[in-house]
């Protein structure tokens, strides 16, 4: 993992943000940080507002009440392209990706959102394939042919075509066999070690999610009521036993 300054400016910070689905309060007086080249693990059950809390920092849904900010900017009340211009970008849950487009056109859409012409996105995408050799091979092949593990590759590769300092990863390791789980998980790390790049990550497995992470939240009824280190978090065993069960929560 890379280091990271806990005294720098977060370039995401949500203080006191609140969250309703109609009646419901969904986030309830959530305050968080991530800062340059850190890697913050959301935990919790079902229901326990971490979807929500990625969604909100997104601007997929707006906040009740509270702030949202981005490098010290309230955003609160700006849709999800403003915050992909100001640096954020997302790997969402199940991939997503664009089956009957070829590797190579999947990357091209997570470029244009910065409306740069197509040789500069031709560009990027080549360096990306330096990054990630298996999609290089793969390039000309539709994604809807690739692996499980090959399409997360791709949606993180697509995430980065917008040249984001903060991806949203959401449920990176859904449906993978163990073998890709492991594959995945080091490829996060890599990309912080070797990009810089801080992660926001929801992750369903706890002991999978801590042991890339910095720093962990644990949310339960849309409240944080666990927020430290993550070796910390993991090697206690009175907060595993309370908060992140034995294997998964």
Not at 66 to 87: E, H, L, Q, W, Y
């Amino acid at each position: 993992m890379s280091e990271f300054d806990e005294n720098a400016t977060p370039i995401l910070e949500f203080e006191n943000v609140v969250v309703h689905y109609g009646a419901s309060r969904a986030l309830d007086e959530v305050s968080l940080k991530v800062r340059p080249g850190e890697i913050v693990s959301l935990l919790g059950g079902n229901a326990s507002g971490k979807s929500t809390t990625m969604k909100t920092a997104l601007g997929l849904l707006k906040p009740t009440s509270g702030t949202v900010r981005v490098d010290g900017v309230d955003v609160s009340g700006t849709p999800p392209a403003t915050r992909i211009r100001a640096g954020l970008a997302s790997v969402p849950e199940a991939r997503r990706v664009f089956p009957a487009m070829t590797v190579e056109e999947n990357l091209f859409v997570g470029g244009y959102i910065r409306k740069e012409r197509r040789a500069v996105l031709a560009a990027r995408a080549a360096e990306l394939f330096t990054h990630f050799p298996r999609l290089a091979e793969r390039r000309g092949q539709r994604a809807g042919t690739l692996s499980g593990g090959e399409q997360q590759m791709l949606a993180f590769a697509r995430a980065l075509m917008s040249k984001p300092r903060l991806i949203c990863m959401d449920e990176p390791t859904m449906g993978l066999s163990p073998l890709f789980v492991d594959r995945v998980l080091d490829e996060i790390a890599r990309l912080n070690r070797e990009l810089g790049l801080a992660i926001l990550i929801v992750e369903q497995q706890a002991e999978l999610a801590l042991s890339i992470a910095h720093t962990a939240n644990v949310l339960r009824n849309g409240r944080i009521v666990l927020h430290g280190p993550a070796a910390e978090l993991s090697g206690d065993p009175a907060v595993r036993d309370a908060y992140l069960g034995k294997v998964t929560i």
